[in-house]
């Protein structure tokens, strides 16, 4: 059996669009340009070399009510079973949508 790394990076990301996840209820996945990474202290950083490129990123479907095509994401996120996902319930000040500009 493989261990997991605890990872966690720092996210700013363009919202390309959205539809729901297809394994988790209440989720969406959304798809992001990855437009900047910082590493969380205490933390492996496993989705920084994502910068420039697009991402598929499960975020609980609640916190992006206010989301739309173009809107940035601030959001902590880590990579599990392969997949890029967002907390589910985020620290204060690890997520935030900022409407296009």
Do not use: C
């Amino acid at each position: 059996m493989v261990q997991a790394i605890e990872n966690r990076t720092d996210l700013t990301a363009r919202l390309l669009g959205t539809r729901p996840h297809p394994r988790l209820q209440a989720w969406d996945r959304a798809e992001v340009e990855v437009l900047d990474a910082a590493p969380v202290a205490g933390y492996a950083d496993l989705l920084s070399r994502n910068v420039g490129r697009r991402l598929l990123l499960a975020v609980p479907r609640e916190l992006l009510a206010d989301a739309v095509p173009g809107s940035t994401l601030r959001v902590r996120a880590r990579l599990s079973a392969g997949e890029a996902m967002a907390d589910k319930r985020p620290a204060p000040g690890t997520f935030a949508v900022e409407p296009p500009v």
